[in-house]
């Protein structure tokens, strides 16, 4: 059964850091690229970055670029989105998703997890 959980949410300062994980099960998650999409109260959900399979490239939205990176561990089943100098707007539920291209549409990733709070908050 494929499985994704997203942890390492929480609650920070405007400027802090968290580093989410992803980390999957029932797969293997180098055959896949992995998304990371967010959706703040009343807005639409949107890609965050993602990363392909084959290569590991890696892609931002225009509005996290220089902030957040994504990384995998196939070792470890696991992808990670390092997010530094947080603001305000960063605020959202963060989802992990599979799919078979590393894009920021969300109608291209199948299997999502349940999400994880991210609260950016002085």
């Known amino acids: 059964q494929v499985q994704l959980v997203e942890s390492g949410g929480g609650s920070v300062q405007p400027g802090g850091s968290l580093r989410l994980s992803c980390a999957a099960s029932g797969f293997t998650l180098g055959y896949y690229a992995i998304g990371w999409f967010r959706q703040a109260p009343g807005k639409e959900r949107e890609g965050v970055s993602s990363?392909?399979?084959?290569?590991?490239?890696?892609y931002y939205a225009d509005s996290v670029k220089g902030r957040f990176t994504i990384s995998r561990d196939n070792a470890k089943n696991t992808v990670y989105l390092q997010m530094n100098s947080l603001k305000p707007e960063d605020t959202a539920v963060y989802y992990c998703?599979?799919?078979?291209?590393?894009?920021?549409?969300?109608?291209?990733?199948?299997?999502w997890g349940q999400g994880t709070q991210v609260t950016v908050s002085s």
């Open positions: 990363i392909s399979s084959s290569n590991g490239n890696t």
């Open positions: 998703a599979l799919g078979s291209w590393a894009t920021l549409l969300a109608h291209d990733f199948s299997s």
